[in-house]
């Protein structure tokens, strides 16, 4: 039917059965997006309320510090808790620090009340700080999670559908900062904080629902213990810097962090130079800074419907018939285009637009493919490498975009001058960049190569004796075991041990 046709061409041949599963991650990431763009719709507004926005650049550089000792406590925690758990931990934690800093912001001699803005108020860098980790850790780890539970032809046939739905959450959550004004800025972040728990609950649901489809785990104490004796033994600091070790060893990885995380740069300086000229156009005073929100709030609208309109109806399509090879080059050619134009053309709209459509196709297209990068990786550079990827690698990317715009903070007509060249140079380096990666991309999946398999935390061990084989038997096949099925492999061990 002509309905049937059109799922084949829009997703490919995709097997129904996967689609609960589908349906259900894109509804967990639906939580996890909406909250964060509530609160990072706000973030600046809160910032430049409290602190000032000319200080916003240097913000960006000091998170790095920030985002590097939360990479360390991640990569800890990987090593003693379960994937689900750390849902857990986050989705919470991030919860209760979000309602302390909506609480806060209520107060009107440290909060929202009070619009003499000062660097010295430390409430604006706090809520800045916490919004940007949140964001960062919250999505690397829901992608490690996606990326250890769908194969290659799942992820191109569904990550499309996934992120299509969860950016009606970004829409959502956009949609509420731009009514400020109504509710108020506080009253807004304390919803998002709320939001923050329901990734949790969303986890341990699709723990109940899809158990057979959970990444791979230590799935008893004594692999656990086993685990956890692993991590003493090479010592608390030397287990927080596997990820980095992971990404440096193998040249595939370093190459995904240059995908990942070279185009934050520009973003970063052409962000910057939109909000500045948007401020200004606006004013300094409490009702300027809701104008203000709600000019986020409609800047979150447009991107997000534009990424759900393509994640829709062009994400599977695009990398499915140009492959992921030739997808990947798409996106730094549009930028490029974007610093070009925003060179000959700076003003608000033009900015506004160039934005809107770079922010649509890094969720709705560079994302998903570079997530599909992941494939044919072990878990540790999954979880691991890619925590530092994501999170301090994206952070420090950002913090290198705003030491540049931080040198023209007092002089904006300068920003597109100071700007532009490096933007140019880093755009065409991450063209290149996705042509070596694409091709390797292609070549370890045709040769069925898994980069760092050998960095498994639990190796399988072989038996050398006919007792352990049967007895290894017996635990893998549980309650279905046969006694046909233990002959047929006592029979294989003694003719190998005959040759």
Known sequence: TMAFDLVYYLYGDIDFKTLPRVA?????????????????????????????????????????????????????????????????????????????????????????????????????????????????????????????????????????????????????????????????????????????????????????????????????????????KVAAKKGDLASLWDGLQLILRYDYVLLILGISCLYEVVLTVLDYEMKVIGRARYGADQAAAEQFAALMGHFGQVTNLMSFCFSLLGTSVVVRRMGLRRTLRVFPALLTFAVLLSYFFPNLWVLFISMSCLKALTYALNEPSKEMLYNPTSEAIKFKAKAWIDVFGARSAKALGSTITNTAKNEPQLLVAYGSMPSLLISLALFGISILVGKQFEDLVANGEVVGEEESDTPTERPDDEAGLIELELENAGEDATQDGIAEDRAAFVAARAR
Not at 35 to 53: N, R, Y
Not at 98 to 106: G, H, R, T, V
Not at 114 to 131: C, D, H, K, M, Q
């Open 24 to 228: 259900y991650l894109s509804a967990t990431l639906f939580c996890i997006i909406g909250s964060f763009w509530l609160l990072d719709s706000l973030k600046d507004t809160v910032f430049a309320t409290i602190v000032g926005l000319e200080h916003q650049p240097r913000a960006k550089i000091v998170s790095v510090a920030f985002t590097l000792v939360v990479v360390f406590y991640y990569n800890r925690l990987l090593d003693r808790m379960q994937k689900t758990t750390l849902f857990y931990a986050i989705g919470f934690a991030y919860t209760v620090i979000f309602l302390l800093i909506a609480a806060a912001l209520q107060n009107d001699l440290i909060g929202m009340g009070n619009t003499e803005a000062s660097p010295y108020r430390l409430l604006g860098w706090v809520s800045y700080f916490a919004i940007e980790s949140y964001g960062s850790l919250a999505v690397a780890l829901f992608w490690a999670f996606t990326n250890s539970t769908l194969d290659l032809d799942e992820a191109k046939s569904s990550y499309g559908l996934i992120i299509a739905f969860a950016q009606l959450g970004a829409v959502l959550g956009s949609t509420l900062a731009t009514q400020a004004g109504r509710f108020g800025v506080a009253e807004l972040y304390g919803i998002g904080a709320l939001s923050c728990s329901t990734m949790a609950l969303m986890v341990r649901g699709y723990v109940t629902l899809f158990a057979e489809h959970m990444p791979r785990d230590p799935s008893d104490n004594e692999s656990r213990a086993s685990q956890s």
